[in-house]
């Protein structure tokens, strides 16, 4: 069975950082590429970040570049997601998600709040 726990979210003031992880079990982690979704209040989900299965590919949504940054550890099963610079806007629940045999898994997500 497939399962995600996302966590390390919280509350940080504008131009903070945070990291997020994502435990992952239940498929072959190594082989999967995985991605990072946010949904603020009152609008949809959106795709943040995708990271190949190896770590050698990453792409991300235009509003994170050079502020976000994706990265893996295929020996802990887990993916990360690190936020710099952030800002209000970015304020949202933030979700670990993996597509394994055609299927869409999604953790329960971690809540992100940025306010001073």
């Known amino acids: 069975q497939v399962h995600l726990v996302e966590s390390g979210g919280g509350l940080v003031q504008p131009g903070g950082s945070l990291r997020l992880s994502c435990a992952a079990s239940?498929?072959?982690?190594?082989?999967?590429?995985m991605s990072w979704y946010r949904q603020a209040p009152g609008k949809e989900r959106e795709l943040v970040a995708t990271?190949?299965?190896?770590?050698?590919?990453?792409n991300y949504a235009d509003s994170m570049k050079g502020r976000f940054t994706i990265s893996r550890d295929n020996t802990k099963n887990t993916v990360y997601l690190q936020m710099n610079s952030l800002k209000p806007e970015d304020t949202a629940v933030y979700y670990c998600?993996?597509?394994?045999?055609?299927?869409?898994?999604w953790g329960q997500g971690t809540q992100v709040t940025v306010s001073s």
């Open positions: 239940g498929f072959t982690f190594s082989i999967a590429a």
């Open positions: 990271i190949s299965s190896a770590g050698g590919s990453t």
């Open positions: 998600n993996v597509r394994w045999r055609y299927i869409a898994y």
